[in-house]
C-alpha cells in the first residue's frame, strides 16, 4: 500500500505548482534604492532652492559594541587562587600570574580592560624558579612573575565562581 500512496503523491505533486513557484519573487531588500523626495524652498531673499529629503525610514541604530580585550589574555595569565590570595580578597586585592615581559602599567591596562574597574595599585613580585632533581638530571622550574592587584573599596571581582 505504501507503493501506491508515494505513486499518487507524485503525480498530484506534478500536477500543482510548488510552494516556490507560486509565489512572486520580491525584490532584495539591501539592493532596492531609497526612496528620496524633492522639496522648494523659497529664502527670505526670495531665491528658489530645490532640497533633497530621504525617506522617513530610519536605518536601525548600531548596539555600541563593548571593547574586545585585545592583548589583556597575554598578559593577564591566570588568577592564583590560593588561601593567601583568599585572605587578600577580604581587603579588595587579588593575585594573577602575568607574562614575564609585562610592566605595572601593562598589567593596570590589562585588568581595566578585562573587568572594566581602574586599580588603585599594582605590585610585582618576580618568582624565581624552584631548583628540582629527577633521579640523576637537576635542573629547576621556570621563573615567572605575579601581581597584586588592588581595587578600589567596595568592588569586587569574580574569580572563584564554582567554588
Known amino acids: 500500500m505504501g507503493l501506491l500512496d508515494r505513486l499518487k503523491r507524485k503525480k ?49 541604530k548600531a548596539k555600541p559594541k563593548k571593547d574586545d580585550t ?10 592564583l587562587v590560593t588561601e593567601k590570595g583568599s585572605s587578600l580578597r ?18 593596570r591596562k590589562a585588568f581595566q580592560k578585562v ?5 588603585v595599585k599594582v605590585n610585582i613580585i618576580n618568582v624565581q624558579g624552584k631548583y628540582v ?9 621556570k621563573r615567572w612573575k605575579k601581581a597584586v592587584i588592588t581595587l578600589p573599596a567596595g568592588k569586587k571581582i569574580e574569580i572563584q565562581e564554582g567554588l
Not at 505533486?13 to 534604492?33: C, F, I, T, W
Not at 573587568?115 to 586599580?119: E, K, L, S, T
Not at 632533581?133 to 622550574?141: L, V, W
Open 12 to 60: 498530484t505533486s506534478l500536477a500543482e505548482p510548488s510552494k516556490d513557484e507560486a509565489k512572486p519573487k520580491a525584490a532584495n531588500k539591501k539592493s532596492a534604492p531609497k526612496e528620496v523626495e524633492q522639496q522648494a524652498v523659497v529664502t527670505a531673499d526670495g531665491k528658489l532652492m530645490a532640497t533633497t529629503k530621504k525617506s522617513d525610514k530610519k536605518a536601525p
Open 70 to 79: 585585545g592583548d589583556a589574555y597575554k598578559v593577564l595569565i591566570k588568577p
Open 90 to 107: 577580604m581587603n579588595g586585592q587579588y593575585i594573577f600570574e602575568v607574562s614575564t615581559q609585562t610592566n605595572k602599567i601593562e598589567i
Open 115 to 119: 573587568y572594566d574597574i581602574v586599580p
Open 133 to 141: 632533581r629527577y633521579g640523576k638530571t637537576d635542573g629547576s622550574t
